[in-house]
C-alpha cells in the first residue's frame, strides 16, 4: 500500500493542472486515470483559451431555430428521442438560466476565471516548455447574416465596458487575416486577445511531464473503486492500493460514476460532441480558429490538420456514436473553407460536463471530509483547467484565493 498527501481523480486538462499546482506547493501528489492523459474529454475541442468569453452558451430563443432542432435539421444540437424525457428536467433549467437576466448574472459570475485563464495558461506552458504550442493572435467569429450579427451586439456591449478587446470587421478585413475564406458571410469579429493551441493533446501531456518532472507520480486505475480506508480515501491501481487524506474529482462526464455511490448527487448532464481533422486543399490555410456562428462549428488549425468541431448532441454518455451534425455542417463548412480529404477514417467523439447554470463546480465535496471537486467546465475544460488548478490548489492548501470560490460550491446544488 503506498501513501501520499492527495489523490487526483482523472488526468484531463482540468486534473492534470489541479495536481500540477498541488505538487508546486509542495504536496505529495498521485494523479489517477484508467488511460492515457488528456486522451478523453480533453482531447475534442476547438484549441481555444477563452479569456474573452462573456455570456456561455444558451438555449436558443428564437423558434426558427427551436423547430430545425426538433425536426433534425440543424447541426447546432442532435438529440436521441429516447433520451429526451430523461434530459428534460436539466433542459429545463438550462433554458431558466439562458434568460437574459441570468445570462448577465453569470458572466459576471465567471469572469474572474476567465479574466486568468490566458495568464494561468501561460505561466504553465513557460514552466512545462510548451509554450510553442500557443499562438496568440486571438480567432474570429463569422456571421452570415445582419441577423445574426445584430444578436451579438449586448455581447460587444459588454465586451467594451469590462476592457476585452475586439475588433469588428467587413468581409474584407476579415479575410486580410485569413485569404482562404470564401466570402460567404457578411460581417467578423476578432476576438484579439484570445489564445489557440495547435495541439490540446500535447499541451497536456507536457504539463503532466511538468508534473512528473516536481515528483508528481501517475498511476492506472480506476476512480470507482473510490472508497473510505478509516481515515483515508483509497483507489485500487495497477500498482497496488493508494492511500491519501485527500482526494480531487476531476472525472468530467464521469463524474457521476463515482459521486453517486458516495451520496453526493450533483445534477450533471454531458453534451456529447464530435470532431474530426481534414487536409486543407491546395496552399489553403488558417491562421487561428474561426467560428461559423449561424452553423454552430469551429474551423481550427491543428497539428493534425484542420479540426471541425460539431454543436451538442443529447443521447447518454455512453451510447454508440451518432455524427450526424458532422454531415449536416459540411456543405456549409465547405463553402466557407477549401477542405480536402479527413485525416481520419471515422470522427472522434466524446462527452462534455455540463451543470445548467453554466458553472464549474470548484471546492468540497458536502459532507465527505478530504474530498474536493473540480468538475462540470462544459465547453470551457482546456480554458479553464490552470485557473481551476490554482484556484482548487489555494483552497486546499489555506492560501487565499485569487478569487470568491463561492459562485462555484457544490452546495448550490443542496436544497
Known amino acids: 500500500m503506498a501513501r501520499t498527501d492527495v489523490i487526483v481523480l482523472g488526468a484531463g486538462i482540468v ?9 508546486k506547493r509542495g504536496l505529495s501528489v ?10 478523453a474529454t480533453s482531447y475534442g475541442n476547438a484549441g481555444i483559451i477563452e479569456g474573452n468569453t462573456i455570456f456561455p452558451a444558451a438555449f436558443p430563443s428564437d423558434w426558427a431555430t427551436l423547430l430545425r432542432i426538433a425536426f433534425k435539421r440543424s447541426p447546432l444540437a442532435n438529440y436521441h428521442l429516447a433520451f429526451l424525457p430523461k434530459i428534460a428536467p436539466w433542459l429545463a433549467a438550462f433554458r431558466a438560466y439562458s434568460q437574459p437576466t441570468k445570462l448577465v448574472e453569470t458572466s459576471q459570475v465567471m469572469r474572474p476565471l476567465f479574466a486568468r485563464a490566458v495568464a494561468e ?9 510548451a509554450e510553442k504550442y500557443l499562438r496568440r493572435n486571438g480567432w474570429l467569429k463569422l456571421y452570415r447574416s445582419d ?11 459588454l465586451a467594451a465596458s469590462l476592457g476585452i478587446a475586439n475588433v469588428t470587421m467587413d468581409v474584407e478585413a476579415a479575410r486580410a487575416l485569413e485569404p482562404s475564406l470564401n466570402p460567404v458571410f457578411r460581417h467578423a469579429v476578432h476576438w484579439t486577445g484570445a489564445v489557440s493551441v495547435s495541439n490540446p493533446l500535447a499541451v ?16 492506472t486505475g480506476d476512480a470507482r473503486s473510490l472508497h473510505r480506508n478509516g481515515p ?12 491519501a487524506g485527500e482526494v480531487v474529482i476531476a472525472l468530467g462526464p464521469w463524474l457521476r460514476d463515482v459521486l ?21 486543399q491546395g496552399n489553403a490555410a488558417l491562421a487561428r480558429p474561426v467560428l461559423d456562428a449561424d452553423n454552430g462549428y469551429v474551423l481550427a488549425p491543428m497539428e493534425q490538420g484542420v479540426r471541425i468541431t460539431s454543436g451538442v448532441e443529447f443521447a447518454p454518455r455512453d451510447a454508440p456514436p451518432t455524427p450526424v ?64 488548478g490554482r484556484l482548487l490548489a489555494e483552497l486546499m492548501t489555506g492560501a487565499t484565493p485569487f478569487c470568491d470560490p463561492q459562485p462555484y460550491a457544490a452546495e448550490r446544488f443542496i436544497r
Not at 15 to 23: F, I, N, R, W
Not at 343 to 348: G, N, R
Open 260 to 280: 453517486d455511490p458516495l451520496g453526493v448527487r450533483l445534477p450533471l448532464a454531458v453534451k456529447r460532441g464530435y470532431h474530426r481533422h481534414f487536409r486543407p
Open 147 to 157: 441577423r445574426a450579427f445584430a444578436g451579438v451586439k449586448r455581447e460587444l456591449d
Open 204 to 219: 497536456t501531456r507536457a504539463y503532466i511531464a511538468r508534473f512528473a518532472a516536481l515528483g508528481g507520480l501517475s498511476f
Open 30 to 39: 498521485a494523479l489517477v486515470d484508467r488511460g492515457g492523459a488528456g486522451e
Open 121 to 129: 495558461h501561460e505561466v504553465l506552458a513557460a514552466e512545462a516548455a
Open 15 to 23: 486534473g492534470t493542472s489541479v495536481a500540477l499546482h498541488l505538487v
Open 232 to 243: 483515508n480515501w483509497r483507489v485500487e491501481t495497477a500498482s497496488g492500493p493508494l492511500d
Open 325 to 388: 451534425q458532422l454531415e449536416r455542417l459540411m456543405p456549409a463548412a465547405r463553402e466557407l473553407f477549401p477542405l480536402g480529404e479527413p485525416v481520419e477514417p471515422q470522427p472522434w467523439f466524446g462527452a462534455r460536463p455540463c451543470f445548467a447554470d453554466s458553472r464549474p463546480v470548484i471546492g468540497r465535496a458536502p459532507g465527505n471530509a478530504g474530498l474536493w471537486l473540480a468538475c462540470g467546465h462544459a465547453h470551457w475544460g482546456l480554458t479553464l483547467g490552470p485557473a481551476t
